[in-house]
């Protein structure tokens, strides 16, 4: 099990260019998260998907992010016109079936993006 | 929306000495709770998980304390090492389709010899 992966591991941008994230989930787990971390803000919720659908986008920046889950194998964060208030690590996480004691959610080694 | 306080922010203790972190959270339909630990860059690793209130042992030398009836959640190192430096989290969910994690702002844990 390789665990969840996420790339690139690292990503620099200038400022108002785009960066597009990935993720690929853990084989079998039924839905994928993301979260930001920020040493102010500490870790937020951005959105979820479960079996592809998304369920909850609360988190979100509304203007410049958007997330897609276009198969199951994978996962995207876009953020377009990148602010150096965006800079920050953004975590993806899976977690097993909906249901019983599967809540449990498992974190990739997260993309940590630098805004110039 | 769930507002999860933790307490310390920082704890220093030396190799043997018991280590408690606290978190309180707001929202009663929370059900499920989580401590993750986080090493010098690298990502969270789920430490331990608990779903109702009872206290679990996990065989790790740490223990976790649920009390719903006060809101609280702990986790108690019993016996810290060197190895148990990082940064530990609490992360609280209502479970279902509100199934987000509201994290806790972490205790950073440095444990000397």
């Known amino acids: 099990n390789a665990g969840v992966i996420q790339t690139p591991r690292h990503k620099v941008t200038g400022k108002g260019q785009e960066a597009t994230l990935w993720c690929e989930p853990i084989?079998?787990?039924?839905?994928v998260f993301w979260y930001r971390q920020t040493i102010v803000q500490g870790l937020e919720f951005l959105t979820y998907?479960?079996?592809?659908?998304?369920?909850?986008d609360s988190g979100m920046p509304k203007e410049r992010f958007s997330a897609q889950m276009p198969n199951q194998s994978h996962s995207t964060l876009k953020i377009q016109s990148t602010q150096p208030q965006d800079s920050a690590v953004y975590l993806c996480?899976?977690?097993?079936?909906?249901?019983?004691?599967?809540?449990?959610?498992?974190f990739g080694p997260g993309t940590r993006l630098t805004v110039l | 929306g769930e507002q999860v306080e933790q307490r310390p922010p920082h704890l220093s203790v030396r190799e043997g000495d018991s280590a408690v972190i606290t978190c309180t959270y707001t929202?009663?339909?929370?059900?499920?709770f989580f401590w993750y630990k986080q090493e010098p860059g690298a990502s969270l690793q789920l430490l331990m998980k608990?779903?109702?209130?009872?206290e679990i042992n996990e065989g790790q030398g740490f223990t976790v304390l649920l009390n719903k009836k006060d809101k609280r959640l702990s986790l108690n190192l019993t016996a810290a090492h060197p190895g148990d430096s990082a940064a530990y989290f609490c992360?609280?969910?209502?479970?279902?389709?509100?199934?987000?994690?509201?994290f806790g702002k972490g205790a950073k844990l440095t444990v000397s010899p």
């Open positions: 998907f479960r079996n592809q659908a998304p369920i909850d």
């Open positions: 929202d009663p339909n929370s059900y499920y």
């Open positions: 996480a899976s977690s097993p079936k909906l249901g019983g004691d599967s809540y449990e959610q498992y």
């Open positions: 608990v779903f109702s209130s009872t």
């Open positions: 992360a609280v969910s209502a479970g279902g389709t509100g199934s987000k994690l509201s």
């Open positions: 084989s079998g787990h039924s839905a």
